[in-house]
């Protein structure tokens, strides 16, 4: 270490010590940058808006949507695959139904969902729906 009169360090000597500790906190960050990077990267890609179920009377999905103007569809107990071509709300009107996002929407929960409950289901959503007891619904795509 070099020191100059009075005990006090040199002007030099800290100046080299400031640019090696710089150096070291660049090259550490350089050395990590990628992985954090990398993380932001896949979570944003993972990251999928889930399928959104919430109760409802009948009454009050009417007040808020209008749901007897949207066309009805239904189906007896089975199992099929499905893609939303558009945000799709249905209110389920009889039935249980438990849907489970599959492909890029594998990290979103499954949903069960039976009468009384509206759903909202996100754009581009690829599925399974797994038909429970038979389903009526009224929907409405967005």
Known sequence: MIVHRRGSLCLTTLFLLTACL?????SHNVATRPWRKWRQIKTMMRFKPGIKVEKMSKEEAEKQFGISSWPTWG???SKFDWEYSGTETAY??????TVTPTGEWSDAEPATIEAGDLATFPDGMTCVWDVKKPIRKHYNFS
Request: charged share 15%.
């Open 22 to 26: 710089q150096l070291t906190f660049v």
């Open 75 to 77: 189906c007896g107990a």
């Open 92 to 97: 389920i009107l009889e039935g249980e139904v």
